[in-house]
């Protein structure tokens, strides 16, 4: 066979077609057809053919027969390394040297542009029939594309690498007769490794706690079946430290065909202590709930009822489903009048959907018998950490017991009024017939004022229901009996206070006893006379409160002290301080009466 140039077809050559292959002819249309780079080269390196392949791998079409183009057609080369090869480096001298077949040689190759591919070699020697190597074929591909994936790949595996290594959580592959094939730094910390060697190869079973084996070697069957599944167990470290672990792992196929699970596995010892201590706290509080004599019950935060004591499912008369009850365990709801109350319209659903804590309100709750109970409720708004709000507990308190005494002490009061009334009345009768003839004489009119005057404060106090009065109302009405005209030379200055029945009595008869003076002998006997009752709040060196009350007379004709003291004197200046345990006193000056009261509240 004889060797054509390329680029000179039909010209000669020294080499011989039996001294190729064996004798096959191979022409320019066989070396066309290849998909692969083909060049032919003499014993001294220099390039006789190529096919256009190898000229769009080189980027160049090499001078054919010109002694500078030896052993490739490459601008330049380099190793897999990264090292520059020379031209006698070139795989082809290599060949030509040694006669010795190179095959698969990976080479990258850069074009005169810059370009830079990669290229698998094959280069064989071209022998005569006695074996003398009389030059070379090479074959080459370019595999810059599968190169290039590779690279890729082992980026991405040795940032998987990286990912796994460094992730807090143990990723382990064991296989499937139990053998840890592979294990990530932080699991080797978890199981107190300090190499891979003193934990791959052993059998799992080495770690699982005893009374786990069983249905971790449960579950990592059905793992290796293609289940994907999660569980919880304890491991025993290599050092004797007990674990509590969550993993998560599925079936994996090994490059060998074996199957094998691959895992990921966190320590959760820290969580299930706290998750125990959640609970234990949880089962406290029910506990203490469940203790209280008073209803209570807990909501989400869209009403629905999570939790109630057995004190409110006494209170209600059933117990309500939980989670699907909304706002309360009530059978019927009603506003202390008697009005129907709907559940979404009650304090613990205004409570929940304002969110905001309800005081003050009062209902009546009926239950499936018919019972019904008022009731103050409590509803309070929860809220976990970030202030988010979740649900609302409520307290039910039974007012029954109270509203019953109450209605008991009204009746009470009612009846002692009614009693104190008719005494007065009877009091009053008695007067008339003892007094007859003589009623409107001095002593007569001063008997039935005063009379008249403890009348009225018992008809303030009355309203109070003798638990307190107002100083002001007491001291109005007691006032009142002066009359228009009087009532106009009448200065009252003072806060308004609440004060016993027992002060309120005592003030009542003093301001009556004052007043009748007064209008007698006093500034109200004058129309250019003037009265003022003025008081206030004084609090001695030990905090304990006093009232300090004064009646000033001023502008009536002068006053002198009476020639001898009468009953209303002596209620003056030592009946009231007795009674109220007080300081009086009742003084004559030149301008008109001053009486002085300080009495402790």
């Known amino acids: 066979m004889s060797v054509v140039n390329a680029n000179r077809p039909g010209s000669s050559d020294t080499l011989q077609a039996g001294e190729v292959s064996g004798g096959v002819s191979i022409d320019d249309t066989i070396l066309e057809l290849l998909p692969v780079g083909v060049f032919v080269c003499d014993a001294e390196g ?6 256009q392949k190898a000229a769009e791998i080189w980027g160049r079409a090499p001078d054919v027969g010109h002694k500078s183009e030896r052993f490739c057609g490459a601008y330049r080369a380099w190793r897999a390394d990264g090292t520059q090869l020379t031209l006698e ?17 990976e080479v990258q190759i850069e074009q005169p542009n810059g370009t830079r591919l990669w290229v698998l070699i094959h280069v064989e020697p071209i022998r005569s029939k006695t074996g003398q190597v009389l030059g070379a074929i090479n074959t080459f591909q370019d595999i810059t594309s599968r190169k290039v994936t590779e690279q890729r790949l082992q980026e991405s595996e040795e940032l998987l690498r990286k990912v796994i290594d460094n992730t807090p959580e143990c990723v382990k592959i064991v296989s499937q007769d139990g053998t840890l094939l592979q294990m990530n730094p932080a699991g080797l910390r978890m199981i107190g490794a300090e190499s891979a060697e003193q934990a791959l190869g052993a059998h799992v079973s080495a770690l699982i706690a005893p009374e786990h084996l069983d249905h971790w070697l449960e579950k990592h069957a059905q793992v290796c079946q293609g289940n994907g599944c999660s569980w919880e167990f304890d491991i025993i470290g290599l050092r004797g430290t007990r674990r509590h672990m969550e993993t998560t792992a599925v079936r994996l196929s090994m490059p060998n065909g074996e199957t094998a699970q691959l895992a990921v596995t966190r320590d959760i010892t820290e969580r299930k202590k706290y998750e125990t201590a959640l609970r234990e706290r949880e089962r406290h509080f ?3 709930l469940e203790a209280l004599p008073t209803a209570v019950y807990t909501t989400d935060a869209a009403g629905r009822v999570t939790f109630y004591n057995e004190a409110a499912a006494e209170f209600w008369g059933f117990r309500p489903e939980v989670g699907k009850t909304e706002w309360c365990g009530s059978w019927r709801l009603y506003w202390p009048d008697g009005t129907p109350l709907a559940h979404e319209d009650c304090p613990m659903a205004i409570a929940v959907k304002e969110n905001r804590v309800i ?3 009062e209902a009546v709750a009926e239950r499936p018998d018919g019972t019904r109970i008022p009731f103050i409720p409590y509803p309070t708004p929860l809220h976990d950490s970030s202030g988010r709000l979740i649900g609302a507990v409520n307290m039910l308190i039974d007012i029954s017991p109270h509203k019953a005494a109450a209605a008991r002490q009204k009746l009470l009061i009612d009846e002692l009024n009614h009693r104190v009334k008719n005494t007065l009345a009877t009091v009053q009768s008695l007067a ?27 008809d303030v106090l009355t309203q109070e229901n003798w638990e307190s009065a107002s100083l002001q109302e007491v001291v109005m009405t007691a006032a009142k009996a002066l009359g228009d005209t009087g009532l106009g030379q009448l200065t009252i200055e003072g806060p308004d206070l609440r004060v016993s029945p027992r002060m309120a009595l005592s003030l009542s008869m003093t301001i009556h006893e004052l007043s009748t003076n007064a209008t007698k002998y006093g ?34 004709p002068p006053v002198r002290p009476p020639a001898r003291k009468g009953f209303g004197t002596r209620l ?11 300081d009086a006193s009742l003084a004559y000056g030149l301008e008109g009466v001053t009486y002085t009261l300080r009495a402790p509240l």
């Open 359 to 361: 005081r003050g309100m």
């Open 572 to 582: 003056l200046e030592w009946g009231v301080a007795h009674e109220l345990k007080a």
């Open 286 to 288: 029910r506990e203490l």
């Open 89 to 105: 480096d070139m795989p082809v001298a290599e060949v030509l040297r040694t006669g010795a077949v190179v095959r698969n040689l």
């Open 523 to 556: 500034a109200l006997s004058s129309p250019a006379g003037k009265v003022t009752i003025v008081w206030q709040v004084e609090q001695d060196g030990e905090g304990r409160r006093h009232l300090f009350w004064r009646w000033t007379e001023q502008g009536g």
């Open 46 to 51: 220099v390039i006789q053919r190529f096919n």
């Open 432 to 458: 008339i017939q003892c007094f007859r003839g003589t009623l409107a004489s001095d002593p007569g009119q001063r008997f039935m004022g005063r009379l008249l005057a403890l009348s009225k404060a018992h």
